[in-house]
């Protein structure tokens, strides 16, 4: 087959959550649609003294949810070979390297190795370490590393550890994983935007009023209570997920739609963003922590009461704020960001706010002007999760004599065939990764430059410890804050689900 990926993929941390939900169907997807075929091998490590046989029942059974046939299952799990290891001793990488060699040979796979650390940051550069000392990376073939966010901590702890891993590894050869980037409508913002003129001539600060990114999250922090509460929502999700977004949506246009141009221009977008500082960061930054609450019929803890979570706990589980960006596309146009968990619903949306027109041209005969009677705003929505698609919302008349506006919403939803059959995000990751591709993952000037922009947050906060935590209900959207970053500069939040439950007296 022409698409068929020749590798041997070693996932460190092989027994994790991570392996069992996400990669090992994602591969069996690829190994259904021919993209990997005979000339693939995996071998999972992890410390437990699994037998080879033991790891191949769990790879089917993370993979049964996809119906795989009889024969589609025996001939996918023979791929996979199992070493216990422990990655800090070095004398235990020799098994490795023995089996890693005997499958390249066994499926003529030349050389070429992907090492996936689906494990604690604290181990990457302990691991790239041995990768080379103990020579498993050899100079057959490529060899390419992914590894899952975090990236550190702050911006010293990812400087430390990416020069532990860049001792190793080139950066073309680094794959960091933000699997937000995978996604489908995370991708079709280029599209929406490149191939589109009626956006890309608008796509600026003489027409576009504000810009909302809001990454919603109906759930606490359910098991991941222990993580959670040393990360928080700034570093769990605006420092990658929120930031990426942002930097696809501000860039300016790649000559050639390629990953290294497209690199370069999202992370001039991110260097653009207006490092605050401590001052303007209290300012424009509002964090909150939810509290007990009640949605319909369902009841909500509190976050200080969750599992693993300390009962005086100050880590925020919300954030709102609002970015400048210093060039001359964006001059003047605030880019307004919020997530939290325990919201009113599960969505990510991104909202594209235009400019009213100058005038009211439909004001009464002879009427003085009103320099704020200008109009409805037209909105492009694009809806990233659960639904997927975008939106146009223009003005148009309301029936009857008088010509007064209404806003109609022009709306395209992928139907739940499509979405059925869309490539999960790791999906196409791994196969991004497979080709060499990384036009979806993370450079370090990209990650770097995030961190130099939470950090001054972070910091700003850190010097403020006294908050008044918890300060929203669970099942509302955010504290009373993130609603008052707008309103002052004359704007308010597009999406406002909890109005509608409200109505319906569903919502205190």
């Known amino acids: 087959m022409t698409n068929e990926q020749r590798a041997l993929l070693t996932i460190f941390g092989a027994s994790g959550d991570l392996a069992k939900r996400k990669l090992y169907p994602s591969l069996f997807r690829l190994y259904r649609k021919g993209y990997l075929n005979e000339h693939f091998a995996v071998i999972g490590t992890a410390r437990r003294e699994w037998t ?42 020799a098994a490795l390297k023995t089996l890693a060699t005997q499958l390249d040979e066994t499926y003529h796979l030349a050389g070429n190795q992907l090492f996936y650390l689906a494990m604690a940051p604290q181990f990457f550069g302990t691991i790239a370490g041995h990768l080379h000392s103990e020579n498993i990376v050899t100079p057959n073939g490529f060899h390419r590393l992914i590894i899952e966010k975090p990236f550190g901590s702050d911006y010293h702890s990812a400087e430390q550890l990416n020069e532990e891993i860049r ?17 489908e409508m995370v991708q079709n913002i280029s599209a929406v935007r490149f191939g589109n003129n009626i956006f890309e001539s608008l796509w600026n600060h003489k027409y576009i009023d504000n810009v909302q990114v809001t990454l919603a999250e109906s759930l606490g922090v359910e098991e991941r209570g222990g993580y959670y509460d040393q990360s928080g929502a700034l570093k769990d999700m605006v420092q990658n997920h929120i930031l990426q977004i942002v930097a696809l949506l501000a860039m300016e246009a790649p000559t050639v739609f390629t990953d290294k141009n497209i690199r370069y221009e999202k992370i001039k977008a991110l260097e653009s963003i207006r490092l605050y500082t401590e001052q303007e960061a209290q300012k424009n930054f509002v964090r909150g922590q939810y509290a007990e609450g009640k949605l319909g019929a369902k009841e909500f803890s509190s976050y200080q009461d969750e599992p693993n979570v300390n009962p005086r706990s100050t880590t925020e589980t ?25 919201l009113t619903e599960k969505g990510t949306r991104i909202h ?28 492009l929505t694009i809806y990233i999760q659960p639904t997927e698609g975008f939106s146009l919302t223009l003005n148009g008349k309301t ?48 990650v770097a430059q995030s961190w130099r922009i939470v ?13 008044d935590f918890p300060n929203y209900a669970s099942g509302t959207m955010g504290p009373d804050a993130a609603f008052e970053l707008l309103e002052r500069d004359g704007f308010q939040w597009v999406w406002q689900p909890d109005n509608w439950y409200r109505e319906h007296n569903q919502l205190p």
């Open 455 to 467: 950090d001054i947050i972070r910091q700003a906060w850190d010097s403020q410890p006294e908050v």
């Open 318 to 342: 919300f954030v709102a704020g609002k970015l400048l960006i210093d060039n001359f596309r964006w001059k003047g146009v605030p880019f307004y960001i919020r997530t939290g968990k325990r």
């Open 167 to 183: 001792s190793v590894f080139d950066e073309d050869d680094i794959f960091r994983i933000d699997h937000y980037l995978g996604k």
């Open 399 to 446: 029936i009857g004599g008088d010509y007064q506006l209404r806003p109609i919403k022009l709306d395209y939803r992928h139907s739940s065939d499509t979405l059925d059959n869309t490539p999960e995000a790791y999906e196409k990751l791994l196969l991004d990764a497979l080709k060499g591709d990384a036009t979806n993952f993370t450079h370090w000037d990209e």
């Open 52 to 93: 080879q046989e033991t790891f191949q029942e769990i790879v089917a059974s993370s993979i049964q949810a996809l119906h795989p046939t009889e024969q589609e299952l025996q001939s996918f799990i023979r791929h996979f070979y199992y070493q216990a290891l422990n990655v800090s001793e070095p004398e235990q990488y």
């Open 352 to 379: 594209i706010v235009f400019k009213p027109t100058p005038i009211n041209v439909f004001r009464e005969a002879n009427a003085p002007i009103d320099e704020n009677d200008t109009g409805l705003r037209n909105v």
